[in-house]
């Protein structure tokens, strides 16, 4: 007995040795022939530890086969991107359905094997298998249903699948799990991909049987979808008009919130509520300051606050001094309104109303206004100033 460990073709040599007639030796030439196995074509199977989800949806993508071992590994994550390792982490930024390719290679061959829209980033799907018969799922409109039954190839038993008028099939794929397609498989899983298009109850109803049997025999599945309406939660965003002014400062609010909120609380800073729940409310601002306004906002999925500091300013107004008129002017508009007296100049009238005055300028005044050497406040070093300027 002798065992041949390479491939190749040997000669055989018989050596007979008997003691009467001395030895013979007889030599065959190629005599055995030992073949090297055939390589095997691999097929390529696909696991991956999610199909849908928030963007950016990372997904772990792991490669395995059956029939023979790959050598090479290429995917194509269907949005552009592509990988030559085994098990490739991959993260898809947009919202979208990608297709999945995965090809391997051997001395044998390639294959691929392609799962058309197969991880749909961006969306909520809710993948549904035979042994959830009779429950009832609950999914946001423009959402996915995944629907995975095995059928029975050798038996010739397969699923068909109905479906009500607000779910809409979108996609049929056969996998063979474990076997792929070409090879001589005995179980299979039939997927289809089901767009939650309308709202309300929707059914979904598989049934079982060979393509010559009678409708109503073999098995049966169903499945209830409760469709609701997309909501998300409110991204919350203001406007005003104006944002400065003089005091009393009546505001006008504009809710510009996304997604559709149903409550509004807003914080107008100043400690008054009037108005605070109104979805766009007018406000007055009585007392002179720099007010930072927030504005919270739900609705039946969420909330969320936005804050701006200082985002309203109001000022002062500029007031005829006691015993005047008109009230102070700037006459070279620098902001500072070193016309006290109101006549549309700088002079010496303005110094000694100034000097006067200082006391009530302080209580009645916006500052900024009136403040001539930058220090905040009103000092007898301001009317220094406006002499020097006359
Ligand atoms: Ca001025
Ligand atoms: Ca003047
Ligand atoms: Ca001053």
Redesign the pocket.
Known sequence: MHEYTTPGSFNVSLNATNSSTGSNVATKIDYVTILATPPILPYAVITVNATSGDIPLTVDFNGNSVGGSPNSWLWNFGDGQTSTLQNPVHTYQAKGNYTINLTVSNSAGTTSRILQNWIRAGYSMVTVEESQNNSTIPLYQNNFIRVKLSDNPSTGYKWTLNVSAGLEKINETFIIDPKPTGMDGNGGIRVWDIHAAGIGEQTITGSYKRSWDPPGTGKVFSIIIYITSTISTPITNFTATPMNGTTPLTVIFTDTSTNTPTSWIWNFGDGNTTNATVQNPVHTYLTAGTYTVSLYATNSRGSNTTIITNFITATKPILPLPGMSQPP?D?DNDGIY??????????F??VVLYFNQMSWIAANEPIAAFDLNGNGRIDFSDTVVLFNEV
């Open positions: 002017t006459p070193e016309d006290l007296n109101g006549n549309n100049r700088i002079d009238t303005d």
